[in-house]
C-alpha cells in the first residue's frame, strides 16, 4: 500500500511537492471549458435579456460574449498563479508591455495580413468595394466601439489559449508538441463551435495558431500576438465588413460584395478563409524567424 501511494504522489507532483505542470494544464482546461462556463452560462443569459443584447454580429454583442472567456481566462490564470507564486500576469502578458512596442509590432503585421489578402482578393475579382458604409459621427463611433470588442477578443482568447495553458504544457511536453495540441484546441473550437467553418480555415486557424506560438517563443511575450489578433478582427470585421460564420458585421466601414469562388472571396467565413491567407502566413512565419534571428545577433554583439 505504501508503494501505491508512493507512486501515486510521484506520478501528480513533483519535486517541489506541487501538482506536475501536466495535470495543472488539464484542470486548467477542465475548469475552464466546462465547469466556469456552466456556472456563469445563466447570469449572463439573464444579463443578456435585460440588456438586450442579441445574436447579430455587433460590436455589443460579441463584446458581451467574448467578455465571458476573458473574465474565465483571468480568473483561472491568477487562481493558478496563486498556486505557482506567479503574477497574473506572468504568462506573457507582463503589464510593464501592455499596449507598448511589442503590441503595436503585432498590430501592424495584422493590418498588412488582413488589407494584403483583401487587395489579392480585389485583383482577383472575388472583393469589389463600392464606396463607404458609413459617413458622419456613426464612423468614428463604430471604429471606437468594434476596436474595444476586438480588444476583447484578443485579450480573451490569447490569454485562454496561449497563456498559462499553453506555457504550462509547454513545461510538461515540450514547446513544438504544446504548440500542436493548442493550434488543435484552438482550431476545433471554432471548426465545431462556428457556422460554416470548413477545412481551409482549419488550415488557416492552425497555421496561425503555432504561428502566435512560434512568435511567443522568438519575443518571450504574448503581446504581439494579442496586436496581431486585435488588428486583423478589426480589419476583417470593421474595415473589410467580410462575412464571419455567415453573419455580416453590423456597422462595418466599407461598402463591398463578394462574389466568385470560396477558394477567393473565403466564402461565408470571409477574409481568413481565402487561400491567398498561406502565402500570407508563410511570410509571417518568416518575419518571426528573421526577427528572432536578429534579436539574437544583437545579444551575442560584441560590447553589449
Avoid at 115 to 140: D, E, K, N, R, Y
Wanted: a neutral charge; charged letters at 10%; glycine letters at 10%.
Amino acid at each position: 500500500m505504501q508503494a501505491i501511494l508512493s507512486g501515486a504522489k510521484w506520478t501528480f507532483t513533483g519535486a517541489d511537492r506541487k501538482v506536475r505542470p501536466i495535470w495543472r494544464a488539464l484542470l486548467f482546461f477542465a475548469l475552464g471549458n466546462f465547469v466556469l462556463p456552466l456556472a456563469l452560462a445563466q447570469p449572463f443569459a439573464t444579463l443578456a435579456v435585460a440588456l438586450h443584447v442579441g445574436n447579430e454580429l455587433s460590436a455589443a454583442s460579441v463584446a458581451f460574449y467574448e467578455a465571458m472567456l476573458l473574465i474565465i481566462s483571468f480568473a483561472l490564470t491568477w487562481a493558478f498563479g496563486w498556486y505557482e507564486g506567479r503574477r497574473v500576469d506572468a504568462y506573457g502578458l507582463p503589464v510593464s508591455q501592455a499596449f507598448r512596442g511589442r503590441f503595436w509590432e503585432g498590430f501592424l503585421i495584422g493590418v498588412l495580413n488582413a488589407g494584403a489578402v483583401a487587395l489579392a482578393m480585389i485583383a482577383a475579382g472575388g472583393m469589389t468595394v463600392h464606396g463607404l458604409a458609413l459617413h458622419g459621427s456613426a464612423l468614428p463611433i463604430a471604429a471606437l466601439a468594434w476596436f474595444g470588442t476586438n480588444l476583447v477578443i484578443g485579450l480573451g482568447e490569447e490569454m485562454w489559449y496561449r497563456g498559462y495553458l499553453f506555457q504550462t504544457l509547454w513545461k510538461a511536453i515540450g514547446f513544438w508538441p504544446s504548440a500542436a495540441a493548442i493550434a488543435l484546441l484552438f482550431a476545433s473550437d471554432h471548426y465545431f463551435f462556428k457556422q460554416g467553418e470548413n477545412v481551409w480555415d482549419v488550415i488557416t486557424l492552425v497555421s496561425l495558431s503555432v504561428w502566435v506560438c512560434y512568435s511567443v517563443l522568438k519575443t518571450g511575450t504574448l503581446w504581439l500576438a494579442v496586436g496581431y489578433h486585435v488588428a486583423f478582427d478589426f480589419m476583417q470585421l470593421f474595415v473589410i465588413g467580410t462575412k464571419n460564420g455567415s453573419l455580416t458585421p453590423v456597422d462595418h466601414l466599407l461598402d463591398v460584395t463578394f462574389r466568385g469562388p470560396a477558394w477567393v472571396s473565403g466564402g461565408v467565413l470571409g477574409t481568413e478563409a481565402s487561400f491567398f491567407m498561406y502565402p500570407a502566413i508563410a511570410l509571417m512565419y518568416v518575419y518571426i524567424w528573421w526577427r528572432g534571428r536578429r534579436a539574437e545577433g544583437r545579444a551575442r554583439a560584441p560590447g553589449e
